[in-house]
T-cell receptor, first 115, second 113 residues
């Protein structure tokens, strides 16, 4: 079945350093979504990318969708302690009909930021 | 703001008990989901519902059942709780469409002793 792999699993950075997490799907995706889960919290939607090669920015966060629509990345410039948490990518599951709406989540990248 | 409310934040049950986890959303979403989250395993889909009384098994349905009698409410049932069902349970909802963003509840941390 469809697999969505995320690397690295853990990333420890000093405050001010950059951070990148990568997401790779075994199948072509119609779109990719990114979520953030703060420690003790629940996943919260960050962004959705739809077009091949799309790049979107949210302040210090830059999201990219690969040309082949099978991979994506999230880059944080100059991390802050507020960036701590787990970042998940997710892609729609293959299959139409009633399966429409289900997502396959990557395992997540846990980011810790040392002040 | 979308609100997805899970009935309990923490729950402690004994092995063999029947456990009900409730989830209510206020956005008239067609889709509702139950996930469990374990360290290193990410979010694993237990069950999915795309309409009232309609359900689909997810990746790990064994030992669980669900009920969706009203559009806004999706219940997860552990028929006979076991220790390996100790986990964080997350409910989510979404529209049925291309912008199928999922909105999550705060989660229920279930401990089965």
């Amino acid at each position: 079945g469809q697999q969505v792999m995320q690397i690295p699993q853990y990333q420890h950075v000093q405050e001010g350093e950059d951070f990148t997490t990568y997401c790779n799907s075994s199948t072509t995706l119609s779109n990719i979504q990114w979520y953030k889960q703060r420690p003790g919290g629940h996943p919260v939607f960050l962004i959705q990318l739809v077009k091949s090669g799309e790049v979107k920015k949210q302040k210090r966060l830059t999201f990219q969708f690969g040309e082949a629509k099978k991979n994506s990345s999230l880059h944080i410039t100059a991390t802050q302690t507020t960036d701590v948490g787990t970042y998940f990518c997710a892609g729609p599951r293959n299959a139409g009909g009633t399966s429409y709406g289900k997502l396959t989540f990557g395992q997540g990248t846990i980011l810790t930021v040392h002040p | 703001d979308v609100k997805v409310t899970q009935s309990s934040r923490y729950l402690v049950k004994r092995t063999g008990e029947k456990v009900f986890l409730e989830c209510v959303q206020d956005m008239d979403h067609e889709n509702m989901f139950w996930y469990r989250q374990d360290p290193g395993l990410g979010l694993r889909l237990i069950y999915f519902s795309y309409d009232v009384k309609m359900k689909e098994k997810g990746d790990i349905p064994e030992g669980y059942s669900v009920s969706r009698e009203k559009k806004e409410r999706f219940s997860l049932i552990l028929e006979s709780a076991s220790t390996n069902q100790t986990s964080m349970y997350l409910c989510a909802s979404s529209w049925r469409g291309t912008k199928n963003i999922q909105y999550f509840g705060a989660g229920t941390r279930l401990s089965v002793l």
